[in-house]
């Protein structure tokens, strides 16, 4: 019999190891109870290598060790090691549907990427801020979803789609026939990731919740603008550039937030 759930996380290398278990903290400060819903797995390079990954798998990491989980769990969850959870997810595996996703941006972080490649991150006519999505939070409750994932992942395709698994990703969640949730869109109100980068020194806290409010930014470029957010994951995202958790020093955050943050990384209770 299956179990309930697994939550992994990657860390291949020895800085993004210590990424991941910093991730990991951060998750289990905020979701006290989340080992008695479920396991939490880190896989390693040695991991990676014992269970016969290739080069080429290293591209697609996420459906390829989903599809080794499925085989004991019903629900498996990716969180990018990058990332820092603020806020309580249970949520985000609730529910009847094949896979729930998160957005890859907003306005002012869509901008900061046509700076950055000269293009938003895109693929087909799939909008980049209201539509595009992001494959390091991700959650899936159907094998037969990732299966199909696996066999889009092809050595012709990785030359043609310069996000490869997340592209991929997106032309199935747009154009193929599942059931997605799209968990930055829904009417709790909470973010969980990019959607929410560029306006970290908007975010304040307030009863013990990392709040991003209504219409934070420039007059230019309000974000959001519907409600107050509730940010219950950062993600600092960017490829592999180094010392990327530098991103939780200096005037980024608010003092109050950045102390917040930090406190959930630490390896103290």
């Known amino acids: 019999m299956k179990k309930p759930l697994c939550i992994f996380t990657c860390g291949l290398d020895p800085t993004n190891e210590d990424y991941a278990k910093k991730m990991i903290r951060s998750l289990m400060k905020t979701n006290p109870k989340i080992t008695e819903k479920g396991d939490i797995v880190l896989f390693t390079q040695k991991d990676f290598q014992a269970m016969g990954g290739t080069p080429h798998e290293m591209f697609y990491m996420t459906p390829w060790f989903a599809k080794a989980l499925f085989k004991d769990y019903e629900t498996v969850v990716r969180l990018d090691a990058d990332m820092i959870i603020t806020g309580d997810i249970s949520h985000v595996w609730e529910g009847d549907f094949d896979v729930a996703v998160v957005q890859n941006g907003n306005p002012r972080e869509v901008q900061a990427q046509v700076q950055l490649m000269g293009k938003p991150v895109q693929i087909l006519d799939v909008d980049s801020i209201a539509d595009y999505v992001n494959c390091g939070f991700l959650v899936m409750k159907n094998e037969?979803?990732?299966?199909?994932?696996?066999?889009?992942?092809?050595?012709?395709?990785?030359?043609?789609?310069?996000?490869?698994?997340?592209?991929?990703?997106?032309?199935m969640v747009h154009y193929g026939n599942w059931k997605v949730r799209f968990l930055d869109k829904e009417d709790n109100h909470k973010f969980h990731g990019l959607i929410s980068k560029g306006f970290e020194s908007q975010m304040i806290l307030k009863d013990n919740?990392?709040?991003?409010?209504?219409?934070s930014g420039a007059e230019s470029d309000p974000w959001p603008t519907d409600a107050d957010k509730e940010i219950v994951c950062i993600h600092v995202a960017g490829g592999g550039q180094p010392n990327k958790f530098d991103y939780f020093n200096g005037n980024r955050f608010q003092p109050d937030v950045l102390t917040f943050i930090k406190n959930l990384i630490s390896d103290t209770k």
């Open 209 to 215: 919740k990392l709040i991003l409010p209504k219409d």
């Open 144 to 171: 037969a979803f990732v299966d199909n994932w696996i066999r889009l992942c092809t050595p012709e395709r990785q030359r043609i789609y310069q996000f490869y698994e997340q592209d991929l990703l997106n032309i």
